[in-house]
C-alpha cells in the first residue's frame, strides 16, 4: 500500500517493472529523465552513485535497475522529497536507494569530496526570467529555472563530489552545449561522450546527453542521433525499447 496525496498517481515504470508517485500539478518527470538514466555509465555490481535534482526520484529508481550500488539522490523542495521517499519505499528499495533533503550546493560538505563514482544531474534549463514569465506553479518554476540552483553550481558541485576517474552525466538543451563544455572544463571534467536526442528526424535536436570523465584526458565521441517519434508521430523502436523494455 503507498499513501497518494491530493492529484497524486502510482504510474509505472514499464521497463523496469517498478512504480512511481507522480502529480500533474507538482511533479511528473519527462523523457529526459528516462533517457539520462540509460545513457550513463553505471558500475553493474557495486559503486556510490548520487543523482543531483532527483525531483521525485525518478532517475535513481530508474538506476536501480541497471547497478547494485548505493544511489543517493539529493532534491530541494519537500514536496518532491517526500514523494520519492514513499516512492523508494513502495518498491522496496530502502536499502540502496536514499534521498536528502537539502540543497545541492551543500553536499560536498555534507557528503565529503570525491565520495561517488558516478554523479547525474537534470538541472533546471532556463536561466530565471521575470517575474511577468516566470511560472506561477512553485514547484514547476523551481524546476525548471535557475533560481535555486545554476548550471555552474550544478556542474561545480558534480566535479567536487565524484572521485578523479568518476563520471558525470547531465541531459540539458542543445543551446547550452557551449555553456556545459567550458563550465565542465572549468572544473576538471572533460567531455567523453555526447548524443543529441531529435523530436523527428530532419527537425533540430531539443534534448542534449553528455557525459564526462573527472581529470579524464580529451577524447569526444559523438554518438549516433536517437530520433524520438517516427513520421506517425509513434515512438521509434530505440525509444520503445527504453520505455518499455520492447525490441
Known sequence: MVNLKDDERLDYLLAEELRIIQSPSVFSFSLDAVLLARFVYVPIQKGNLIDLCSGNGVIPLFLSARTKGNITGVEIQERLYD?????????????????????????????????????????????????????????????????????????????????????????????????????????????????????????????????AIKDGSPDLKILPPLIVYNDKNEYTPEIREILYGES
Do not use: W
Not at 92 to 117: A, C, N, S, V
Not at 182 to 191: F, K, V
Open 83 to 211: 514523494m520519492a521517499i514513499r516512492s523508494i519505499e513502495y518498491n522496496g528499495l530502502g536499502d540502496r536507494l536514499h534521498m536528502i533533503h537539502d540543497d545541492i550546493k551543500k553536499m560536498p560538505e555534507t557528503l565529503g569530496y570525491g565520495k561517488f563514482d558516478v554523479v547525474t544531474c537534470n538541472p533546471p534549463y532556463f536561466i530565471t526570467p521575470s517575474n511577468e514569465e516566470i511560472n506561477l506553479n512553485e514547484h514547476l518554476a523551481i524546476a525548471r529555472h535557475e533560481i535555486l540552483c545554476t548550471l555552474e553550481d550544478a556542474v561545480r558541485v558534480s566535479s567536487q563530489l565524484v572521485r578523479a576517474g568518476g563520471k558525470v552525466a547531465f541531459v540539458h538543451r542543445p543551446g547550452r552545449l557551449i555553456d556545459i563544455i567550458s563550465l565542465m572544463r572549468q572544473y576538471r571534467l572533460e567531455p567523453k561522450r555526447i548524443q543529441l536526442v531529435y523530436p523527428k528526424a530532419g527537425k533540430e535536436a531539443n534534448t542534449l546527453l553528455i557525459e
